[in-house]
């Protein structure tokens, strides 16, 4: 159903995480989109939580924040480039 109006900022800022949620579910987006909102870590650990009871893969399985936002630099890159030129993230 279409927004007849936003009356608020918070209000206007759900809508758009859903419709991106829902317009992008299956094209790789989301993460992204967690991470750049700051609610990553809040919404991934939710998800775990809920899904370890019925995925046993997932057990010990948490997002830290400050740390699980990044990817490593991969090892053939930093052997080409040198590890004087990259230093791969902590």
């Excluded at 993460?31 to 775990?48: G, H, P, S």
């Amino acid at each position: 159903k279409e927004y007849t109006s936003f009356p608020s900022q918070d209000y206007a800022r759900r809508a758009v995480r859903f419709e991106r949620r829902i317009e992008l579910a299956l094209e790789g987006h989301r993460f992204f989109d967690l991470v750049r909102w700051d609610v990553a870590a809040e919404t991934l650990n939710t998800y775990l939580t809920k899904e370890k009871v019925k995925r046993t893969y997932l057990q010990g399985a948490t997002f830290t924040k400050g740390k699980n936002e990044y990817f490593p630099i991969p090892q053939a890159q930093i052997d080409i480039m040198g590890p004087d030129v990259l230093k791969q993230n902590q």
